[in-house]
């Protein structure tokens, strides 16, 4: 028998942060390698139920280190480093909440509590802004999760990579399709990314890939899929390879950072074992849903920042800060005394 690793798991609503509930996963220990999961297969009928529901659950995968930003990370979590006035994994929830999620799972790690109370309510800083007559900013405070909105934290006790930070968000999901959203990739557009990908699976009911053209030598640093229009002009998966070569790459269309997935993938990540890097990759996963059933891709509108690199990070505050509708003109004008120094 493979050992337990307990995931504790905070519910926290915007009133008060709720009762912890705990649950067990099996087979995510060190060793998964040797795990045999029992099949899980959905009927027909039950996935016909679960492809049309509504997507109600996020999943944001927060445990990384971020050890590119160290020092600065080492004892803030990446997600919480600001573009402007609005740490990262703010912006990534406010994608998520936009496109219909009601439900927010965080996969946290050890140094990832300052996420936890980022989006707790802080009786104290209200009361001195309530005091203060600042109202806008006690209201913007008010405001960082909806009254709606459910934040649920689960502690992945073995960062064993994206494939498995997914997995242990079972419990949370349940048998029903989820974003997963990836922070490190901030991406600006009129229409949020994943609420053009909800507009897709409302349409066809599947899995769903958001995917741009990259650089053919920068394949080694994303999962790479081929695909093909199906009858209905989607384009459909028809492979999927985890940061290959430029030479093995099957195209240099990357996935990056946006899914929206059908609860069959759980059992695929069960069975899954540990790829490249040594960890159970999500890639792997969905490799193996293409036999089961159809996974697209959706070329989204918008501009990426990959924040997960420092010429991303900086691009993406230049260019926020740009965009900010208190600051923008000031910065430009001080943009354009820099260059003519």
Known sequence: MSPEVPVAALATGTDRLASAIA??????????????????????????????????????????RGTRF??????????????????????AVDEAVAAGAERLVFITG???????????????????????????????????????????????GIPLGLGHAV??????????????????????????????????????GTSVLGVEIVPHDQTASYGIVAVE??????????????????????????????????????SKLERTQRGAGGEIQLT????SLLADEPVHVLPFTGIRYDCGSKIGYLRATVEYGLRHPELGDSFRAYLQSVWER
């Not at 160290?70 to 912006?91: F, G, H």
């Not at 390879?241 to 993938?265: C, F, M, Q």
């Open 284 to 287: 792997d996963g969905i490799a």
């Open 110 to 156: 050890s140094s990832k509590r300052a996420i936890e109370d980022h989006f707790d309510v802080d009786p104290e800083l209200e009361r001195q802004l309530e005091e203060s007559g600042k109202k806008d900013l006690l209201a913007l405070i008010r405001g960082i999760v909806p009254s709606h909105v459910t934040c649920i934290f689960v502690r992945q």
């Open 23 to 64: 649950t067990n996963i099996s087979g995510l220990a060190q060793n998964h390698h040797s795990h045999r999961a029992s099949p899980v297969s959905l009927a027909t009928t039950d996935y016909e139920v679960a492809r049309m529901a509504k997507i109600r659950t996020a999943v944001f995968p927060v445990a990384g």
């Open 167 to 204: 997995l242990c968000a079972k419990p949370a999901v349940g048998n029903e399709p989820f974003f997963v959203h990836l922070a490190d990739d901030l991406i600006y557009s009129d229409v949020p990314c994943l609420q053009q990908m909800s507009q897709h699976y409302e349409r066809h």
């Open 229 to 266: 229009a199906d009858k209905t002009g989607a384009q459909r998966v028809t492979r999927i390879v985890e940061k290959p070569k430029p030479k093995d790459a099957p195209s240099n269309l990357a996935v990056v950072g946006r899914y929206i997935l059908t609860p069959a993938i759980f």
């Open 70 to 91: 160290l020092p600065a990370t080492k004892a803030s979590p990446k997600e919480m480093l600001p573009i402007v006035d609005k740490p990262l994994i703010q912006y």
